[in-house]
């Protein structure tokens, strides 16, 4: 099973006030916590899958208890040099996005065109820093082992990202027009959808607002 690991970081962060995704959190730029996190998934699964030893993912069960070998690549969608060389330098593939003005579906649609060979393709937004390695390791676990065709997290019973769609949903989003990402094909197959149930609200925080990092509990 190939999975593409999806990185949307082209947006124009209006309601922030500059470019949210430079915006430095904890000492490095906001979508810096996201790449890395990511880098770290797919580096981890591939020496898994190389090795047989589950045990190099964080969660500790990334390798499903079958004969199937699970590969990642990562790829990047944005309209910024400086993350496009960072993506790069990081080992990921980037794609540029000409018209960010038109919303979250385009950088969703980019992304996936070029990873239509993959089995599944996960999407993360960049300006949820404290996601962890655990939660995106558990959601690809949970699509493998749910056998649904999509997988999504939430948090106090509201579905969120990341999510992860097996290709038979590749066509329904590609049709998405606007500022909408894979929620309506969500919505659409609720019956089909895996759900993750994030304990920690922190993790599926977007830092919406400069400056205003909210409490952890």
Partial sequence: ?????????????????SNKLLYEIEGKPMYQHILE???????GIGKGAETGDKSNSASGRMIAAD???????VTA??????????????????????????GISSSLQIGLKANLEADACLFTVSDQPWLSVE???QLIWLLKSSGKGIACVSCSGKLGNPCIFTRKYYDELLSITGDRGGKSVITAHRED??????????ELTDMDVKGKAPERI
């Avoid at 190939?2 to 309601?15: F, Q």
């Avoid at 004969?67 to 690549?73: D, K, Y």
């Avoid at 944005?78 to 993506?87: G, N």
């Fill in 1 to 17: 099973m190939k999975i593409a690991l999806i990185m949307l970081a082209a947006g124009n962060s209006r309601r922030f006030g």
């Fill in 37 to 43: 996190k990511l880098m770290k998934v797919a580096e």
């Fill in 67 to 73: 004969a199937e070998i699970v590969s990642c690549q």
């Fill in 77 to 102: 969608v944005t309209q910024y040099e400086e993350i496009e060389r960072a993506a790069r330098a990081a080992g990921a593939r980037v794609y540029y996005n000409p018209h960010p003005d038109e």
């Fill in 135 to 137: 939660t995106i390791e």
């Fill in 193 to 202: 959808t895996a759900v993750l149930a994030v304990k920690d609200p922190w």
